[in-house]
């Protein structure tokens, strides 16, 4: 994405980022086939592939593919039943799903070429939304007024606990906005430093071995990020849900 | 003779497969300290985004009841309050992490019977 323009060196990391449709150049509606919805669709195929295809064989010596899947599923399994309890297992389907998802979304964003979903708020604040508007209705359904109790510390004293209120209340209305910024500031910041370093590189021509060793070195980093902000993702869900399950303090 | 040749042959492989259990680390290692960074990260991005949803849930109320400065300082101050409630609850939920290792390796001797079946919770627990 650099060129080498009259005035020296122009990068533009951020290009990357830019949400076309896939055909022609029309507005874009919500309606319309963009990068964004293509790389989503791509990696719902690979999810299927992995966790449908990989374990049709269902063998009891699993091959690779089945491995992993199994390996995944019991990965979250596993997280939810440590994190948010055992009766949190009735809604492993939820989180098995988002998991996946941003899973497969983070790493194929990886992918030279392609564009990551996850690194548009508007992504990460609508899964965020959703696990927070279930939770919140999950908690209402199943504690009724009970629920709001989570806001009302009772082990503090009396005269603080209205003020305490306030505060549990906008701690409540954060989570989801530092929920979604978490996953997609990271995948964000990590493509940028790499396209940085690949407009380095780009100038440099063939002297550009530090740029190279920089760019696989931050790729390994962002590989590992991929997972982690998968994982981290996916464990705040899980206390988000324990917080609606149980929220007596 | 030939019997307790087989026998002392079973026995190694069984301290073989004892062994390589006890190391084996399936997935990532959660304990590592660079996958630790997310909790740090995890506090830092709540305290801004307590202080950010301070600043614009105040801002809005202001603008709609025509008081600019007031509600908006209170609004503030509440968020940042918000996002320190938040990063206290991370260190607990880490230090109580903590507490479950550092007490489940000191009873690990006894516990190496089950330890086939905990394995796998313990290391979860440990990465919250």
């Not at chain 1, 209402?140 to 009772?154: P, Q």
């Not at chain 2, 320190?84 to 007490?103: C, H, I, Q």
Request: glycine share 8%; hydrophobic share 50%; proline share 5%.
């Amino acid at each position: 994405m650099a060129t080498e323009a009259g005035d020296g060196l122009v990068i533009r990391p951020m290009d990357q980022f830019i949400v076309k449709p896939l055909f022609g150049d029309g507005p874009l509606m919500w309606y319309t086939p963009s990068n964004t919805s293509l790389w989503m669709a791509f990696s719902l195929i690979a999810v299927v592939l992995l966790l449908v295809l990989g374990t049709a064989r269902r063998a009891h010596v699993p091959g690779r593919m089945q491995m992993i899947a199994e390996l995944s599923y019991s990965f979250v399994f596993n997280m939810v039943r440590d994190v948010a309890g055992r009766d949190a297992l009735k809604y492993f389907p939820l989180i098995m799903s988002i998991f996946v998802f941003v899973l497969f979304c983070n790493v194929l964003g990886l992918v030279p070429m392609s564009f990551t979903p996850t690194s548009h708020i508007a992504v990460t604040a609508t899964l965020a939304l959703a696990v927070f508007l279930s939770v919140t209705v999950l908690g209402f359904v199943l504690h009724g007024f009970g629920f709001l109790r989570l806001f009302w510390i009772s082990s503090a004293p009396l005269p603080l606990r209205p003020v305490l209120a306030v505060i549990e209340v906008m701690s409540y209305f954060v989570r989801p906005v530092s929920h979604s910024i978490r996953l997609a500031g990271n995948m964000m910041a990590g493509h940028a430093m790499i396209k940085v370093f690949a407009a380095f590189a780009g100038v440099l021509g063939f002297g550009a071995f530090l740029p190279i060793v920089t760019i696989s070195a931050v790729f390994a980093l962002e590989l590992l990020i991929a997972f982690i902000q998968a994982y981290v993702f996916t464990i705040l869900t899980c206390v988000y849900l324990r917080d609606a399950l149980h929220p007596a303090h | 003779m030939k019997n307790t040749t087989q026998s002392r042959r079973l026995s190694n492989l069984g301290d073989r497969i004892k062994s390589l259990q006890t190391n084996e680390q399936p997935g990532f290692d959660r304990d590592h300290p660079a996958n630790q960074a997310h909790v740090a990260w995890r506090m830092v991005i709540d305290l801004v985004a307590g202080i950010g949803v301070g600043v614009a849930v105040g801002f809005g109320l202001d603008h709609l009841f025509g008081t600019l400065p007031v509600l908006m300082v209170i609004f503030t101050l509440t968020g940042l309050a918000a996002g320190v409630n938040l990063m206290l609850r991370t260190a607990k939920e880490v230090s109580s992490a903590e507490r479950e290792k550092s007490s489940e390796s000191d009873g690990a001797n006894p516990g190496q019977s089950t330890g086939q079946a905990d394995r796998g919770t313990r290391g979860d627990a440990c990465g919250n």
